[in-house]
């Protein structure tokens, strides 16, 4: 069937799709890179007539144009699955707020329980010859959010890479209402940082050398796993697979020294599986129309039985801070906002559960604050209003530049003693102090 009649007739300018947005509206604007544009734009016109518009997505790698005014938060709020940098900005002006939910629950947030969603828009490559508009590098929630929006507009950017995957990857023109053209911009990057630190390198060593051949891994972002990654690519691992939450260029760089072939996955044998992706251009370019690759709805990307069901499960990602119960955060530094739960604890739990499986969270030992002072990342307790993200009975290794510790399973004097000897030393006799003070310190151990 051809679907070019169909396409025409429901082809509109941006200005025309955004008349269907009323004040008070829920607005899905897409996730991540396939965050709107010119659809932005042309609400951020309509601003003065609206008031209490809800947007939402998530992870966001540009401005957006309705909170360019001063005074956007009277129009619009921003409500996030998962904060960003510029996200993080918007909450100081009080436009942008964290929605805190396990993201592998958001599809069914959306189907079963009441989510509010008048008007669901995000971009698009161009529709192929069967009818479908492919989510790109997105498929996460996505399908869900299509199954439950009153109104349903796409934006069609022909940079977007064309992602494959087995469901809920792209939906078909008859359930879109109205179709944009865009102006066609560069998919947004998120680049890895800067180039490693040497203590991104010490910890990066100390977790290769516990990957075993044939392991399936998940990367979290940030100068630590990318590290891992690039450690991995020189060594000489071999037929790694890939299973993860978010697909980072470590992994293109893995696949490419061949290092990575899924030989031994028990499900989806061969494929690298993620949710969503962001990184550069590099990246996109190797996504696209690969069949290797398998964009996958997030419930089943971080499903804790999906990650279970895959031996030697490697799970790697970084913390803001752990306090000596093993209690760790990774979303805020007291009540400051910083990213959000994501899938961290799933791949936690469901890591362990895996025959083989491990799961590092890893971080520097110390950070330094604006004044120059610097801080130890292993507290007595987490400052007061840090949300925990992975709980103390379900920590497994955590792994600093002074070493690697397994922690599961393990009374409170000894969590607090294995997490006081990977911390910097300067630190190590106030922690224990603190320690005896609440009580989880054995004297015998000094």
Not at 137 to 153: F, R, V
Not at 186 to 202: F, N, Q, R, S, Y
Not at 232 to 258: C, P
Request: hydrophobic residues 35%.
């Amino acid at each position: 069937m051809d679907f070019t009649e169909e396409y025409r007739q429901k082809l509109v300018s941006a200005d025309e799709a955004v008349k269907v947005i009323k004040s008070g509206d829920w607005v899905d604007y897409g996730w991540c890179t396939n965050t709107v544009d010119a659809l932005d734009k042309a609400l951020a016109k309509r601003t003065d007539e609206l008031k209490d518009v809800k947007l939402r997505g998530g992870i966001l790698l540009k401005p957006l144009a309705v909170f360019e005014r001063e005074d956007a938060g009277e129009h619009f709020t921003w409500n996030s699955w998962h904060m960003g940098g510029y996200e993080r900005k918007l909450i100081s002006r009080g436009c942008s707020f964290y929605a805190p939910i396990r993201y592998s629950e958001l599809p069914r947030y959306y189907r079963d329980l009441d989510c509010p969603d008048d008007v669901a828009m995000f971009q698009v490559p161009p529709m192929d010859k069967h009818g479908y508009f492919n989510f790109g590098p997105n498929a996460s929630h996505l399908g869900a959010m299509c199954e439950t929006a009153k109104h349903i507009i796409v934006e069609v950017n022909e940079n977007m890479p064309r992602c494959l995957g087995g469901t809920e990857c792209g939906i078909h023109i008859s359930k879109v209402d109205a179709i944009v053209e865009g102006d066609n911009p560069a998919i947004a990057e998120l680049g890895a940082g800067g180039p490693a630190t040497e203590v991104d390198k010490k910890v990066a060593q100390l977790i290769v050398d516990q990957i075993p051949n044939g392991a399936c891994l998940q990367l979290g972002i940030g100068g630590m796993p990318n590290a891992v990654g690039s450690l991995i690519a020189e060594s000489d691992l071999k037929d790694l697979g890939v299973h993860t939450e978010m697909y980072v260029d470590a992994f293109v760089d893995i696949a490419k020294a061949g290092r990575i072939t899924g030989a031994h996955k028990s499900i989806d044998r061969y494929r690298q599986v993620y949710a969503f992706a962001a990184g550069t251009k590099k990246m996109y370019d190797y996504l696209d129309d690969n069949p290797e690759l398998m964009s996958a709805p997030v419930d089943y990307t971080n499903g804790i039985t999906s990650i279970a069901a895959l031996d030697n499960f490697i799970s790697i990602n970084n913390c803001v801070d752990i306090d000596l119960f093993g209690q760790i955060s990774s979303e805020s530094s007291g009540i400051k906002q910083i990213s959000g739960a994501g899938g961290q604890l799933d791949f936690v739990m469901g890591a362990y559960l895996s025959k083989g499986g491990k799961s590092f969270v890893c971080c520097s030992s110390t950070f330094t604050d604006k004044q120059g002072q610097v801080h130890s990342r292993i507290r007595p307790t987490l400052e007061n209003g840090s949300i925990v993200t992975d709980t103390r009975a379900n920590t497994h290794y955590v792994v600093t530049e002074y070493g690697m510790v397994n922690i599961k399973g393990l009374s409170t004097w000894q969590k607090a003693e294995a997490l006081i000897s990977i911390a910097h030393p300067n630190f190590r006799d106030e922690l224990i102090a603190e320690a005896e003070k609440i009580h989880i310190w054995r004297r015998s151990n000094r």
